[in-house]
C-alpha cells in the first residue's frame, strides 16, 4: 500500500495559513461588491460566479481549501490505495489545486483527470505543471462539465464501469451538493470504481459528515475514516471503500 509519513506531508504542506484567510476574506469583499455569488447549491450559479473569477481571484478564494488539501488528501491516501499507477478522478478540480496535490502524492505513472463546470478555471489549470515528489511529470487531463453529470473521458466519451482506481473531491461534495443532487453523483462514483476502489470526499455545510456516511453507507460503501488538515478543521474527508464485486 502506499504509505506518505506525517514527516513528509509536513515538509510539502504550505504555511502562513493567517495570510491566507486575510487573503480569502478580502476577495471574497471583492467579489461580493462586484455582484460574484459562488457559494451555493446552484450548479448554473457557481459556474458563473467561478467563471467570473480571475486566476488569481480563484486561487485568493480557494487559499484555504488549497492549504489544507496538502495536508488531508496525503492522510486520506495513506495505507489506504495500492502504491502502483492508479486511475484517478479528481472533481470539482477548479484551476488545478488539488490536481497538482494528488499529481505530487499518488504513485507514479498514475493518470488524473481533473473535473469543473467553469470552463475558465479549466484554462488556468491547462497552464499548471503537474510532477511527482519525485520530479517526474506527471499524466493530467481535463474535462469540463459538472460532477452530477455522467462523467466522460477527455475525448467525450462515458468512463467505462468499474475502471477507476481512486475519485477525490476537495471541496464540491460538502460545499455544493445537498442529498438530492449527490444521488447522481453517487450512482456514478458506484458505476466507475473498481472493485476495492476508494473514494475520497470531502464533508461541509450543504452535505455534512454524518449524513455523507450515511448515504454511502446504503450505496454499499465501507467507511475508512475522517482525515482532516488539522485537529480544529470542521470539514476535512472522509475515505470510503467499494465494496467488492
Same mark, same amino acid.
Given at each position: ?57 480563484? !486561487? ?80 493530467? !487531463? ?90 480544529? !478543521? ?12
Amino acid at each position: 500500500m502506499l504509505i506518505i509519513s506525517e514527516e513528509e506531508i509536513r515538509q510539502s504542506g504550505r504555511g502562513g495559513l493567517l495570510a491566507v484567510l486575510w487573503r480569502q476574506w478580502c476577495t471574497e469583499r471583492a467579489l461580493a461588491r462586484r455582484g460574484i455569488h459562488f457559494r451555493a447549491t446552484e450548479i448554473d450559479q457557481v459556474a458563473a460566479g467561478y467563471a467570473a473569477m480571475s486566476q488569481e481571484e480563484f !486561487d485568493a478564494v480557494n487559499g484555504r481549501q488549497d492549504w489544507a488539501n496538502w495536508r488531508t488528501i496525503p492522510r486520506a491516501l495513506n495505507d489506504h490505495v495500492p502504491d502502483e499507477p492508479l486511475r484517478v478522478l479528481d472533481l470539482g478540480c477548479g484551476s488545478g489545486n488539488s490536481t497538482r496535490v494528488l499529481a505530487h502524492y499518488c504513485p507514479r505513472d498514475s493518470r488524473i483527470t481533473g473535473y469543473e463546470c467553469a470552463e475558465p478555471l479549466l484554462t488556468f489549470a491547462r497552464r499548471r505543471e503537474y510532477r511527482h515528489r519525485t520530479g517526474a511529470r506527471a499524466q493530467v !487531463d481535463f474535462v469540463c462539465q459538472g460532477v452530477t453529470q455522467k462523467l466522460c473521458g477527455p475525448a467525450g466519451n462515458p468512463i467505462s464501469g468499474g475502471c477507476v482506481n481512486l475519485i477525490n473531491a476537495s471541496g464540491v461534495v460538502g460545499h455544493h451538493l445537498n442529498p438530492e443532487t449527490f444521488s447522481a453523483l453517487l450512482a456514478e462514483i458506484a458505476r466507475v470504481l473498481a472493485p476495492s476502489g476508494v473514494a475520497m470526499l470531502d464533508v461541509g455545510p450543504t452535505l455534512p459528515g454524518p449524513v455523507l456516511q450515511s448515504l454511502m453507507a446504503a450505496a454499499h460503501f465501507t467507511f475508512l475514516g475522517h482525515y482532516r488538515s488539522w485537529f480544529g !478543521d470542521p470539514t476535512g474527508e472522509m475515505v470510503f471503500r467499494r465494496h467488492g464485486r
